[in-house]
């Protein structure tokens, strides 16, 4: 895409010094550097004379190494430096010369990458604003160039699924899913994602209990050690739970935080991914085995508190609240806020995705959550922003309502047995998987629905969670510094 052909003009068929200098700074908005690293090009970026000369000097002597440099145009080169490599200027006038350069410095990584995939037909002058704009609108934008693009994408995906994907990656496969969802729905491209589904379930079967070891300095890896990562990353804290939102749904709703710093990382749900587990686990530090009371929020409160007082804050440093109207007082260090409206999209939606898309747009425009997180930064809270679980599309395939069957929850993803003698025959009846009870009380037994399947009135379409799909599993997990934001 847009790297690639930022590569295919570079001098990198001849040259093994290569000098970059990036006058746009489009690495930043597109990062094209990795093609060169693809294309075992070393890449680094150049900070000052002593520097490079003692990492890098020898290197460029020999000639034998493929080095890629990247610098910026206010930045002193010494001669001696430059003269040892060919010099490539990246520039959007350079790249696209027939185009207007400020219509160019509004669009985006998949603008470009767009862009590139049709640039070539092109032998016209377009360099007014409205001439660029149109051949946006009709070439880039086409549906035969939208539907190449990510068919395109939806086979990269498909590779690092396939690939013994470690967490990270699955993060990564998420990610690109819900971008590749959003656009489909948008564009009515139609594009079918849910094989990467399957493969993620086949991950968690063999896999999900191992989480629980890992220890990554960018997120909390599990819901269920958010609190105590949070703590250890920030002095002032506030958590923004997004009930029921999906990457799909941020996606959509991250248009409204253009403007500002945040880094962007991931976590897993609980499974079942329900609210009752997912989110008192996410609140109180605790695996699903050690809630007071796993399968009813009453004690969501009292778990939160409990947890914050165990990490150190006082009683008058802790706070709990719903709404987007929520305004902590001085005192507080640690506040948590619960946000229902996604979730209750979910559970009343009569047009699945499309519905969803439409009503997390209205959502994302009504900028409701930009403000709360706004007020919150104002106060000096690092603000992070997650959900306690996502949101996935299912056919129903039949209600089931039985002797045995312990838990009611909205979720009809999956089904909560204690001492149920048929247990082996309710699952063949309704192609439930039996989960292995990861994290979970061991005392009940734990079947959940296949990937696209709920246990809803047969041939209903709905939008639900409850199951292990990687739309309800992987959610966002955002990261908005006080000072980085402020400052």
Not at 56 to 71: D, R, T
Not at 356 to 368: A, F, R
Not at 426 to 431: C, E, I, R, Y
Not at 463 to 469: A, I, P
Request: net charge negative.
């Amino acid at each position: 895409m847009f790297g690639e052909y930022v590569y295919g003009n570079s001098p990198a068929t001849y040259a093994n010094l290569i000098w970059i200098n990036d006058a746009d700074r489009l690495n930043r908005i597109a990062p094209y550097s990795s093609a060169f690293a693809e294309h075992g090009f070393e890449v680094v970026e150049y900070q000052d004379d002593l520097s490079f000369r003692i990492g890098y000097e020898k290197k460029v002597k020999s000639g034998n190494e493929k080095l890629a440099v990247m610098s910026y145009d206010k930045e002193y080169i010494p001669y001696d430096i430059l003269t040892r490599f060919t010099a490539y200027a990246v520039s959007l006038r350079a790249l696209f010369p027939k185009l207007n350069l400020d219509v160019l410095r509004h669009k985006s990584k998949m603008d470009l990458d767009l862009l590139t995939m049709v640039i070539a037909k092109n032998f016209d002058d377009l360099t007014t604003p409205e001439q660029t704009e149109k051949f946006f609108e009709t070439v880039v934008y086409s549906k035969d160039n939208l539907l190449r693009y990510f068919r395109s994408k939806l086979e990269h995906t498909l590779q690092k699924a396939k690939s013994s994907p470690s967490y990270r990656d699955w993060y990564r496969v998420a990610e690109e899913k819900a971008h590749i969802d959003r656009y489909s729905i948008q564009y009515g491209l139609n594009i079918d994602t849910s094989v990467i589904n399957r493969l993620f379930q086949g991950y968690v079967l063999k896999s999900f209990g191992t989480l629980s070891s890992k220890i990554d300095r960018d997120t909390p890896v599990l819901v269920s050690r958010a609190m105590e990562y949070m703590h250890g990353q920030s002095e002032k804290f506030a958590i923004i739970v997004m009930d029921g939102m999906s990457e799909f749904d941020w996606s959509i709703i991250s248009q409204y935080f253009v403007d500002v710093q945040y880094k962007q990382e991931a976590a897993f749900a609980m499974i079942p991914s329900t609210t009752s587990i997912s989110r008192q686990c996410l609140l109180s530090n605790k695996f699903p085995s050690q809630l007071i009371a796993p399968w009813v929020q009453r004690e969501e409160k009292a778990e939160f508190t409990e947890c914050a007082k165990s990490l150190g804050y006082a009683d008058s440093q802790i706070d709990y609240s719903r709404g987007y109207d929520t305004d902590f007082g001085n005192s507080v260090r640690c506040g948590a806020v619960i946000i229902n409206d996604i979730d209750d999209m979910v559970h009343a939606q009569p047009q699945g995705r499309l519905g969803m898309y439409n009503d997390i747009s209205v959502l994302s425009d009504e900028g409701k959550l930009w403000k709360l997180t706004e007020r919150l930064l104002a106060k000096g809270f690092d603000v992070y922003i997650t959900a306690d679980h996502g949101n996935t599309l299912c056919n129903g395939i039949g209600r089931f309502v039985g002797a045995g069957v312990d838990v009611e929850t909205k979720s009809h993803r999956m089904v909560v047995l204690k001492d149920f003698a048929d247990k082996a025959k309710l699952a063949d009846k309704f192609g439930l998987i039996e989960y292995p009870k990861y994290y979970l009380p061991k005392e009940y037994d734990y079947l959940i629905c296949d990937t696209d399947t709920s246990l809803d009135n047969s041939g209903d379409q709905v939008m639900t969670h409850g199951g292990m799909t990687i739309d309800e599993v992987v959610v966002p997990f955002i990261k908005i510094k006080a000072v980085q934001s402020n400052g």
